[in-house]
């Protein structure tokens, strides 16, 4: 079981720390409170109402995430949450919505080596299940010995670093275990800015279609993911930084988005 470290400052519109404000943790584009802990090993699973949650005087907000080995309160890896803080300096209301706590990447399974099936959910993994069979079933095979390179096969639990092989055991070793648990290696997104905008349409022009977004990231280099109604993450044809706080993008059809940018 472990618990995930989740940590922010919290800002006003001029940048100076919002103390006591009040912020609430639920599970993405609800309004139903998410499971949390105030220590990343005692305590009970709680809710940020019942503690009524709040920055302290430098805006800085923390707590933890159980994930899904946790007994009591736990989530699965895919689970994305909604953070939400009261500015009462701007007065408004502030969020960070579908954002991940736990790494996306999932576990290859080295038993499967059908690529393509649904069920395999090969984009979402560092490799294709059968690229993981292939690699289980080939890198420590002996090279045949009428090869003039004389290789041997990788041992893919030892660490040592010898040169008569395709690769290093050692790498072998690191390569191996980070495809096959991927999903229990966490990313910490801890203070990372994120904003999501939805367009049912866009505007034209030029042959074009375009859309301006306001993110008040004051950075002329956001990183920006486009995704069609259907979830299907598409390319954008152009990204340019009208300023440091708003960015538009291009695309060929005119169709109805989801944008992320990230600050």
């Known amino acids: 079981m472990a618990r995930i470290d989740y940590w922010q400052y919290l800002l006003d519109r001029e940048g100076r720390p919002l103390q006591d404000a009040k912020v609430r943790v639920y599970l993405s584009g609800t309004s139903i409170e998410a499971d949390i802990y105030l220590d990343h090993t005692f305590g009970s699973v709680t809710k940020s109402?019942?503690?009524?949650?709040?920055?302290?005087?430098?805006?800085?907000?923390?707590?933890?995430?159980?994930?899904?080995?946790?007994?009591?309160?736990?989530?699965?890896?895919?689970?994305?949450?909604?953070?939400?803080?009261?500015?009462?300096?701007?007065?408004i209301v502030e969020e960070i919505n579908y954002?991940?706590?736990?790494?996306?990447?999932?576990?290859?399974?080295?038993?499967?080596?059908?690529?393509?099936?649904?069920?395999?959910?090969?984009?979402?993994?560092?490799?294709?299940?059968?690229?993981?069979?292939k690699w289980d079933a080939h890198v420590d095979s002996i090279v045949p010995s009428a090869s003039p390179h004389d290789l041997s096969p990788v041992e893919l639990f030892d660490l040592d670093h010898h040169k008569n092989k395709v690769i290093s055991n050692k790498l072998g070793y690191q390569m191996y275990q980070m495809a096959e648990r991927a999903s229990y290696t966490p990313i910490d997104i801890s203070a990372a800015r994120l904003t999501t905008f939805s367009f049912a349409s866009l505007d034209t022009s030029g042959g074009l279609y375009y859309k301006d977004m306001t993110h008040n990231y004051n950075n002329y280099y956001p990183i920006v993911r486009v995704m069609k109604s259907n979830d299907y993450h598409i390319e954008a044809k152009r990204v340019e930084s009208l300023s440091p706080d708003t960015t538009r993008i291009w695309l060929a059809e005119n169709i109805a988005i989801k944008v992320a940018i990230f600050g």
């Open 49 to 91: 109402k019942a503690e009524d949650l709040k920055t302290d005087k430098n805006g800085f907000i923390q707590f933890w995430i159980g994930d899904q080995f946790e007994p009591e309160g736990g989530y699965e890896v895919d689970q994305q949450f909604r953070i939400v803080w009261w500015n009462d300096v701007d007065s």
């Open 99 to 133: 954002l991940y706590v736990f790494t996306p990447v999932r576990s290859i399974d080295t038993t499967d080596n059908i690529r393509g099936q649904a069920s395999n959910k090969d984009l979402d993994k560092v490799i294709s299940n059968k690229q993981g069979y």
